[in-house]
């Protein structure tokens, strides 16, 4: 939705899109509020992940669920609670609750418990046939090291056992899985990652603007990103689009670009100069 015209502004794919994907962390918002996030922000939502076990505690879930699938957004229960059925040896429980509600879309995750990864690779081949799996990778625990080459792995068996995006670990804090403890990408691993896998096959767990940036400015504005805050949804899109300083110049030609840049440079130092004189 566009509700004027702007020369320079980089063309995002439509929904439903395979590329350029946001999804947005719904962590608890009531009906209204989620009436409310549909009509400022659904056009931009490709998919709700309603957080760790929150679906378990969560009022007028069907309603919810719903809700989203009817402003064409994919809801669906974040990989913790898949965890939590895994761990108590309830997949199947799990299978017979996702399609109860009547998701389309699950994740398989380990990010908090080990599981076998032939296994894991086994069960998104079975669930695949009928539904769309997300599958993650890394640890949720800072503690816990994963070796680039076992990322890569990973991801490779992962999106051949059918998963249609594998989400590249970074939790709703930002901090661990491929960013640094102080939310700065991991850039090392991120470059060997993508040397090998698609990067149109990964979404990224990005939930602070600095990491959003550093996606942007890599991948440009059809990057896959999650763990979306509702109320940064429309400032990511922003973001996408260049209409915030810290993406402003980058999808403009490079000699406009340049020349404005210029023109700024040549007045800060002529503002510093009569700084001086002063």
């Known amino acids: 939705m566009k509700n004027f015209e702007l020369t320079h502004i980089p063309k995002r794919s439509a929904k439903p899109r395979k590329a350029g994907v946001t999804m947005m962390m719904d962590k608890g918002l009531s009906l209204r509020e989620v009436e409310d996030f549909i009509e400022s922000s659904g056009h931009l939502t490709d998919i709700a992940k309603l957080g760790f076990g929150t679906a378990f505690v969560t009022n007028n879930l069907q309603d919810k669920v719903n809700l989203y699938k009817s402003a064409g957004i994919q809801p669906y229960f974040g990989g913790t609670l898949f965890e939590a059925f895994y761990a108590r040896g309830m997949v199947d429980d799990y299978i017979r609750t996702i399609d109860k509600y009547g998701l389309e879309l699950a994740e398989i995750s380990d990010g908090s418990i080990i599981i076998d990864h032939d296994e894991k690779c086994e069960l998104?081949?079975?669930?695949s046939k009928d539904r769309t799996i997300m599958s993650e990778v890394g640890s949720k625990d800072s503690g816990i090291i994963v070796s680039p080459a076992k990322?890569?792995?990973?991801?490779?068996n992962e999106l051949q056992a059918g998963s249609w995006k594998v989400i590249a670990e970074g939790r709703e804090s930002?901090?661990?899985?491929?960013?640094?403890?102080?939310?700065?990408?991991?850039t090392l691993l991120i470059n060997r990652i993508i040397a090998k896998i698609n990067p149109n096959d990964i979404l990224w767990e990005a939930?602070?603007?600095?990491?959003?940036?550093?996606f942007i400015k890599l991948f440009g504005s059809d990057v896959n990103l999650g763990n979306i805050a509702p109320n940064e949804m429309i400032p990511?899109?922003?973001?996408?689009?260049g209409l915030r300083g810290d993406t402003f110049f980058d999808f403009m030609p490079a000699d406009y670009a340049d020349r404005l840049k210029q023109v700024n440079s040549e007045e800060d130092l002529a503002d510093s100069e009569e700084e001086d004189e002063d």
Do not use: C, Y
């Open 236 to 241: 990511l899109e922003t973001l996408r689009l």
């Open 207 to 214: 939930p602070k603007k600095q990491q959003q940036v550093w």
């Open 174 to 186: 930002g901090n661990v899985g491929v960013f640094r403890p102080n939310g700065t990408a991991h």
């Open 124 to 127: 998104i081949q079975s669930m």
């Open 151 to 156: 990322w890569i792995k990973m991801m490779s």
